[in-house]
């Protein structure tokens, strides 16, 4: 419990593939712009198959490679700029326009039986001086032993770090215990753990993951990723932060980034509202919901603050009127500091 | 792993609360049709709070109890019939005009330090001859010790089983282990859970749930259900036969089950699409949903075959053109099917 859980934030990545590849280098810059000062570790950039993906197959992006680079990079101060590599879609001259641009992280990404292939672009990115991570993809399509192997290979082309995707959402808590406790007890660099949601398992594992001694996490605000989402960011440090483990970031700081993508999220992206992950978080009866969105809307508080105070009440079904008593003592409360300021 | 596992669907009631408890006569009645079907063992009916909670302050039904607890009668033949009753919300003449209408299963439930406000009214169920289930909502409200004190209570006043709830989604896996374990171990009836998803954990508790001896598992449909929703039953149902859990239906069946909802069922409810569980259910790349979807109504195919094929093939991302591929093969051999019948 003492390491603190590195954050890499995929939502402008594997987000992308929510929207079909149409991210405005716009939208990359203000969600950039919130994703560093909430304090996200890494922000990973691009078209949702990665560097030179671009398509009629994978699907046409928007924006350039560089464009959607350029756009996370201007407004990066603190947290890293990644990008997801893979040998085939993306060249070595990826690699080179990606470096003039300022990436600080290159994923460099392979089917999880097919990791000799990524050398290259390993230690390419390892001489250029920036940070490598080996990717084992589609990692339920193997075994934990033939995992470990594929992992050993991306450590020995000097990766910094290697990290397990689900990228089918298949696998189980239990998949992956095994999975990601084989590699931590073999090998000598970090492990990540990459989740999606289509078994509605995404947070469950990602939490096992780190308590068999994985210290980075990917996650997508309002699960935004491929299919059914990524690891819901704002879900996800919730429960680490009940768990004890430390980030950069807190639920509140990812409650406001998630609000940055309210205007270009579809709405039909499966993802479990703010609100609702407060009231879990605060452990107050899911029915209050609609009462508390009401009277915040109404009275102009804050919901967050009026779920404190009904938590610190203890308030169960049925006392329904007491949220209302307390939102307007809330208000005339806020009212008062206005008038005094 | 040798346990059929009850479930219980509470999307009648539960779900109630993500319509502000307007669910119809006419929606009810083609649900309960589909639930029995899908082999749904507990049919819940009725507010979302329960027998007689219709009010001003937690919402007035569009139909009376009786409307909807006759609208489900009238279509379930294996299933059985349940409500759900809050002591206080409802009364003893509640219990007598549920069972006029032929309610099988009385839910009867407190706050999870209140049991003894249950003892009437289990005892009454008993009597004329139902079953009865001790529920003890708010469960993270009260620890291990103190909920198996109040479970025993109801037990001793006859209940057939005990549901702990997590009303509030506040759980972790750590916390349902604990607790359900406690009942299991001391309690000599079955044990039950209810999850809600507010921190995306619904899934992994109710598998935590069973793990540890629970052999009822209550959930909804889409994750229709109060604030976050509850479990989604066809993420549920796959998880469960993953782990070799048998039930009563099946994931396809549960799907199947789910599009009727789709009419009354409000979007923004977060649940995650059957399209996406299937890809999860097959260990197939989440970013193939969209081509899948496309190809299934464009050549009027099964989706579900398609992904079948797709996952025997063990496609991975960057063989886009092998899902038209197989998709064009499934088509040309249903017509072929079709010009021969």
Do not use: W
């Not at 084992?136 to 020995?156: F, G, I, V």
């Not at 082309?157 to 959402?169: E, K, N, Q, R, T």
């Not at 990723?225 to 509140?252: C, I, K, S, W």
Request: hydrophobic share 45%.
């Amino acid at each position: 419990m003492t390491n603190t859980i590195i954050l890499s934030d995929a939502s402008l990545r594997d987000g992308n593939h929510a929207v079909r590849h149409q991210l405005t280098a716009q939208q990359i810059a203000s969600y950039a712009r919130a994703a560093d000062e909430a304090g996200i570790d890494i922000v990973e950039v691009g078209h949702g198959n990665g560097l030179g993906a671009s398509s009629c197959l994978l699907g046409k992006a928007t924006s350039t490679d560089t464009e959607m680079l350029a756009a996370a990079r201007a407004n990066l101060r603190r947290s890293k700029l990644s990008v997801h590599f893979i040998p085939g879609f993306a060249k070595t001259t990826d690699i080179e326009r990606a470096l003039e641009v300022g990436v600080d992280v290159f994923r460099i990404a392979s089917h999880c039986t097919e990791a000799n292939i990524t050398r290259q672009y390993i230690e390419h990115a390892k001489q250029a001086g920036k940070t490598a991570y080996g990717v084992l993809m589609m990692s339920h399509m193997a075994d934990a032993a033939e995992l470990l192997r594929q992992a050993k290979l991306m450590q020995s082309y000097g990766a910094d770090a290697i990290v397990l995707m689900d990228s089918a959402g298949f696998s189980t808590p239990g998949d992956v215990a095994e999975k990601v406790g084989r590699l931590v007890e073999h090998l000598s660099v970090a492990v990540g753990y990459h989740a999606h949601n289509n078994l509605g398992l995404a947070v469950a594992n990602s939490i096992v993951a780190v308590q068999c001694g994985a210290t980075m996490l990917d996650a997508c605000v309002r699960g935004f990723g491929a299919g059914a989402g990524n690891t819901q960011l704002e879900a996800l440090v919730a429960v680490l932060e009940r768990y004890g483990y430390a980030t950069r970031t807190d639920f509140a700081r990812t409650a406001v980034l998630a609000k940055v993508t309210e205007s270009f999220l579809p709405v039909r992206t499966p993802h479990i509202p703010i609100a609702n992950i407060t009231t879990g978080v605060y452990g107050l009866f899911s029915g209050f919901v609609p009462h508390i969105e009401r009277l915040a809307t109404e009275l102009k508080i804050d919901a967050f603050e009026l779920c404190a105070r009904l938590a610190a009440r203890k308030l169960v079904a049925g006392q329904e009127d007491t949220i209302v008593e307390e939102a307007h003592r809330l208000a005339a409360e806020m009212n008062v500091t206005r008038v005094a300021a």
